[in-house]
């Protein structure tokens, strides 16, 4: 396989000067840490880790709430809120998951009086919070296809009654901040987060934005920023660990010849959360055996709960993250262990277009992602 440099990646002597204050990103699973994380490349250095990494700009950990079946949710051991200046709480744009719990449990570690400023808007995936409510393709989020996610389904859609906050308008956000737990706001496109954005950005500590890739993307818009470039790879390998519907429509659509790892077959009807989870985990194994005969080759890893896994059987200790191919697609580098170096795309199982595997396999192998 051949493939050009990407600058910036590993090579901490080219980042750019920081220009943004330190941000710690805590998600409830690994692609949405990836995600979140990726509003902020090229302001600086952006790392995802096991651990937060002490010379980030921007640091996402994981705390791997989203896959389990029941809360507590807890930071990962030797995450230390109180190095940064700035947090941002990932949750998922569709609800999947214990967004509340995982808020919750975040929060406490963070400076009190502070304020949580929940928008898990991503218009560009269709997702949009429209008078306090969370709606997929116009659907409300519960009676979408995460509604039946096996894993970590979306058990509500309604903001308000979810963390028990207020809806109020962007205008009367800098009044709210730090005289209230938590408040909800409404944005249906990118403008509508960028007005957000540009309040939070200049708050302080005590407004801590709760959002999805839409609303960390926009942070990362107030911030001036240096694209990283990647060139053409002749070798893609596909790891699909997400058993989610719309996944299973882009596999059936993948062009013949793709190398690629897919899950078992699995009974809609009757698979559990265990089994979904245990699968998952399995397949990522697998995809990490065949890196090893396939050293050189970038991989695409579809699903959060199979990315961890991924990473794990790696020995990596982290991802620099360096872009998006597409929204809600980043990329990078792994960090640390016989796979450092290797360009990783992550991608979570339930958005995208039928075309969307196939597209980020052109991408990589014909064009330039910016």
């Known amino acids: 396989m051949t493939c050009s440099a990407l600058p910036g990646a590993g090579d901490r002597s080219t980042a750019p000067a920081r220009v943004l204050p330190s941000w710690l990103v805590v998600a409830d699973d690994v692609t949405g840490a990836l995600d979140s994380a990726v509003g902020f490349a090229g302001a600086g250095v952006v790392e995802y880790g096991v651990t937060a990494p002490a010379s980030a700009d921007v640091a996402a950990v994981s705390t791997g709430s989203r896959a389990m079946a029941s809360p507590p949710v807890a930071l990962p051991a030797g995450v230390d809120p109180a190095r940064f200046e700035r947090l941002y709480i990932k949750i998922d744009s569709t609800l999947r998951g214990w967004p509340r719990e995982h808020v919750e449990a975040v929060m406490t570690h963070w400076h009190p009086g502070s304020t949580a400023i929940i928008c898990p808007a991503a218009p560009a995936l269709g997702r949009i919070v429209r008078n306090g409510r969370v709606y997929v393709d116009d659907?409300?989020?519960?009676?979408?296809?995460?509604?039946?996610?096996?894993?970590?389904?979306?058990?509500?859609?309604?903001?308000?009654?979810?963390?028990?906050?207020?809806?109020?308008?962007?205008?009367?956000?800098?009044?709210?901040?730090?005289?209230?737990?938590?408040?909800?706001?409404?944005?249906?496109?990118?403008?509508?987060?960028?007005?957000?954005?540009?309040?939070?950005?200049?708050?302080?500590?005590?407004?801590?934005?709760?959002?999805?890739?839409?609303?960390?993307?926009?942070?990362?818009?107030?911030?001036?920023?240096?694209?990283?470039?990647?060139?053409?790879?002749?070798?893609?390998?596909?790891?699909?660990?997400?058993?989610?519907?719309?996944?299973?429509?882009?596999?059936?659509?993948?062009?013949?010849?793709?190398?690629?790892?897919?899950?078992?077959?699995?009974?809609?009807?009757?698979?559990?959360?265990?089994?979904?989870?245990?699968?998952?985990?399995?397949?990522?194994?697998?995809?990490?055996?065949?890196?090893?005969?396939?050293?050189?080759?970038?991989?695409?890893?579809?699903?959060?709960?199979?990315?961890?896994?991924?990473?794990?059987a790696v020995g990596a200790e982290g991802i620099i993250v360096n872009g998006a191919l597409l929204p809600g697609v980043p990329f990078g580098r792994v960090r640390g262990g016989p796979a450092e170096g290797t360009i990783i795309v992550t991608k979570s199982g339930g958005f995208g277009t039928p075309d969307t595997l196939n597209d980020l396999i052109h991408i990589l192998t014909e064009e330039t992602p910016k």
Not at 207 to 223: C, D, E, I, N, P
Not at 269 to 275: A, G, K, M, Q, Y
């Open 139 to 312: 659907e409300p989020a519960s009676l979408s296809a995460a509604g039946r996610d096996p894993i970590s389904p979306a058990r509500a859609d309604l903001l308000t009654d979810l963390f028990g906050a207020a809806l109020i308008p962007v205008s009367a956000l800098p009044g709210a901040i730090g005289r209230v737990p938590a408040v909800v706001v409404d944005a249906a496109t990118d403008a509508d987060l960028d007005a957000i954005a540009a309040i939070v950005a200049t708050a302080g500590p005590k407004a801590v934005a709760v959002g999805s890739a839409g609303l960390s993307a926009a942070l990362g818009r107030t911030f001036p920023r240096r694209p990283s470039r990647l060139g053409r790879v002749e070798d893609v390998m596909l790891v699909v660990t997400s058993v989610h519907p719309v996944t299973r429509v882009q596999v059936s659509e993948l062009d013949p010849g793709a190398l690629v790892v897919l899950p078992p077959q699995l009974d809609d009807e009757r698979i559990t959360h265990d089994d979904a989870l245990r699968t998952a985990r399995s397949t990522a194994t697998r995809g990490a055996e065949l890196l090893r005969s396939k050293p050189g080759a970038a991989v695409i890893v579809v699903g959060g709960d199979g990315t961890d896994s991924f990473l794990s």
